[in-house]
DNA sequence: CCACGTCGCTAAAACGTTTTCGGACCATAT
DNA sequence: ATATGGTCCGAAAACGTTTTAGCGACGTGG
């Protein structure tokens, strides 16, 4: 008995093997070995196979695949990012190290919930993702999610458990470079304007400028780190306050861009000429904000498309069993615009 | 003989119904049953069922149910863009129209490219998606993906194939709605800076904007709609080619936040009071940069959220058999905030 | 002529569910 | 005693694929 007759008419259905095996004229497990390219087939009956099933439009069912080598072939991307400033770039990176070849991409916002976290996390386990990249909202540790039966690479914000696996960026590196930046472009007098002072990253940046003003030999201009909002209202608040404190000052390191525009703002405001008189630097490279100021601004880019192939890297690895844990920091690198400049 | 026999110790492996079953002493049906709130089981049975599953945490796996259901329980969110400025709140209201209950999002990054973009679709119809939502980059009509076997529907950008289903936001209706407010608040002197003239929704808003106008008795300041490029630099030099020109004008409605911030910086410096003087309203209700500029920007909202809700509505509908075609039209609505004001 | 490999192919098991069908059991009515 | 009906439960098929084991046919060296 030929296939043939076993083969009904489908209604609406998709094409399968089966129907692919029987147009070709072989079993279904030949038809198998031809399209996956393994041996044991002929080289004409191989033909044969490929035609029909190009021929019939054969997508092979991944569902199928799943149940029998037991790997979904998907990762989960679980976010808490509102507005998703910090997860796409992730995401971004993700697929370009996984090659998107065979690997897809679970998109979960938690939206900062804890209830709907779990939610998902139910969910994914249930798709049986092959991994997990847990995105945090901010830089600061998040709690871990335990031991769930799949790898878990926590990206941006690090897990609590120093048994996970975490990739964060080098906040202090960034601070450090801000400020050597600074003073490479002989700038003596450098004030540090930053945003809320709970998140740790606030101190880290602040930590590390510090760290190079000290190995310069200088003192922040204004006497102390500005804490205060991620905003550009606080930007040109700050900014009026330091002038006054401080009227010779001839930089300032803004904690995110949203400052660096309220620096620049204020700055053009009280007629200081920016990069002749103060040069400013921002933190972030977003660049909606960053690119198209007065003067476009130079600043530190976290490098979070990195951050998320890194994190990709490090989740296949241990899909493949070399499972690894800690904390890994990736540093970022100074984007070079017009905000800064040699003094003279 | 009893199933526990059968039961082999696994190795890392998930948690099977049969384990399931075993625990509980029954069969793989009745455990099934029970777990999923089917009659024909005893109400203890079930309880032991429950429980077994509890102790050993049991999660279903989605693949074999999809395979029985032939049902994925995911729907694609195909983007082409780039900085996800529209897809994220797309996304977001996809996932709460489908509960994110028993559907999953599957996101792909075409980035513009239609390699790439074959590429994810055929990776999203080998995992049997049960729908597909594809999300333009900007406004304008994209190519069809023509008949894939499942409901499609085309969010933001509407497909060029009007057999398709598209939903979209009514740009013309937010041109509209932002010169009416701007005449509500008593301006008779109104100007329009918009973005690059190659992109449909600078006409339509444009057009919209025109009506109104005509509506309201005036004619445009300056004389004609002001196309340039989507950027602050250019709502800046607009700002000052118009005051030139007319500089008695009270009223400014840019075709983008990005322009809108431009319009506003440009104003500040030739001494104009916003919104005292000159009101001026914005499009797209990008917070980063509407809700902290000075003073904060009243806007048009495209209602991107509820665009990608009524995308998935559609969508649900289609999978359900209930399929549509043609272009929806989703209106937005105006954010107020402080940049205009009524005149006196 | 026999033993032995190799090649090309197929049947069947396995993955983890849901669902259909029928069987066992019990109570009640005839 | 037999029929009737209802309630619980289990065996088995089905979903679409990959993989393993095995079966002929053919060639090759003894």
Known sequence: MTLDEVVPARRGRAVTLREVAARAGVSIATASKALNNRQHVGAATRLRVQNAAEELDFSPNAMAQGMVSQRSGTVGLLTSDLVGRFSIPVMRGVEDAFGSEKMSVLLCDARG???????HLRALISRRVDGLIVVGARPDPRHSLGHLGVPVVYAYAPSD????M???????????????????????RIA????????????DRAAGALG?????????????????????????????LLLDRDPDLDAVFAGSDQIARGVLDALLEAGRKVPEEVSVIGYDNWEVLSLDSRPPLTTVDPGLENLGRVAALRLAAAIEGREGHG???QAGRVVTRSSTAPLH
């Open 113 to 119: 919930d804890r209830l709907r976290e779990q939610h």
């Open 161 to 164: 458990d120093p048994a996970d």
């Open 166 to 188: 975490s990739v964060v960026v080098d906040e202090q590196a960034g601070g450090r470079m801000a400020v050597e930046h600074l003073v490479t472009c002989g700038r003596r």
């Open 192 to 203: 540090h304007i930053t945003g809320d002072p709970s998140y740790g990253a606030s101190h």
């Open 212 to 240: 190079a003003l000290s190995d310069a030999g200088l003192a922040l201009a204004g006497g102390e780190v500005m804490y205060g909002s991620w905003s550009e209202a606080w930007g040109r608040g700050a900014t009026r």
């Open 327 to 329: 904390v890994e920091i």
